[in-house]
């Protein structure tokens, strides 16, 4: 009996050493294709920004087009709902404001991604370059507007101030990092998921209206009734909540900044492995 117990030990010993080695594989060259990517980052940056200005050449506010598209969009939906809800301007349009916004950034990489290796085909066959240097690249573009709408963001604010200390600006600064940390490993993902299966960009394409209307874009968390935890099950809940509610000066629960770190630490680990493991196959799905 004692000799049967060892040998299941050694047994079971052999298979995790084995699935150790399995793993750490993929990981290696996954980081190293990450690795190559931060090196080539000044590149991304550039060809985020001059692709942002070449979308408006010729045009007299060039990339500002961005801004006042957003401004429009937040007056218009601003004066309509504080008129058939009855709410109190001042309260409602900083929230709108922010929410609109944020929702911009974080559903415009979401919807990009899908396509982005896809649309990279040529390249990507011809050019060594890392699967993560494609993958990055309309996440931080997508930044960059965001940056760009944040005037918007603080024209509102001064126009309307909220009760904000300093502790509720590093809570919110720590969800905008959470957020953009996310916003590439799910980018990343989504991306080779739809190299692989083209239908997943036609489906994300068609889910998104609905997930705007259950995202607290145009409401906040705490107007729902108590029984409507179900947003908690649509994961741009916790972003736009992260880094909106404590610059209304409504610090949210911490368990939501744990989300969003737990989500960052795992889905990096997954991210790196998934590279690693199919980077190499990736030419041949485009």
């Not at 699967?131 to 960059?144: D, L």
Request: charged share 10%; proline share 7%.
């Amino acid at each position: 009996m004692v000799g049967s117990g060892a040998g299941k030990c050694d047994s079971t010993v052999l298979w995790a050493l084995e699935w150790i080695t399995t793993m750490s594989d993929p990981l290696r060259r996954g980081l190293h294709d990450l690795t190559r990517t931060l090196q080539r980052l000044p590149v991304i940056l550039y060809f985020s920004w001059t692709d942002t200005k070449a979308r408006y050449i010729r045009s007299v506010l060039g990339p500002f087009w961005l801004v006042l598209g957003t401004l429009i969009g937040v007056i218009g939906l601003g004066v309509l709902w504080t008129a058939l809800l009855d709410m109190n301007a001042r309260e409602y349009f900083p929230s709108l404001a922010i929410g609109l916004v944020l929702w911009q950034w974080v559903s415009g990489c979401v919807s990009q991604a899908p396509s982005t290796l896809v649309q990279q085909g040529p390249v990507i066959r011809n050019i060594d370059l890392p699967a993560t240097f494609f993958c990055f690249g309309p996440v931080i573009g997508q930044t960059v507007t965001f940056v760009h709408n944040l005037i918007i963001v603080l024209l509102v604010l001064i126009v309307f101030p909220p009760n904000t200390g300093w502790a509720n600006l590093v809570l919110s600064l720590l969800g905008l990092m959470l957020t953009f940390v996310n916003l590439l490993w799910v980018s990343t993902a989504l991306a080779f998921a739809g190299a692989r299966f083209r239908d997943l960009d036609p489906a994300v394409t068609a889910v998104m209206p609905l997930l705007f209307f259950l995202s607290p874009v145009l409401f906040r968390v705490h107007q729902l009734p108590i029984n409507a935890a179900f947003v908690w099950l649509n994961p741009f809940s916790y972003p736009i909540t992260a880094i909106r509610e404590p610059l209304l000066g409504t610090p949210p629960d911490p368990l939501i900044y744990l989300v969003l770190a737990v989500s960052a630490l795992l889905g990096w680990l997954s991210m790196v492995w998934l590279v690693g493991s199919h980077g190499k196959r990736l030419p041949f799905w485009i």
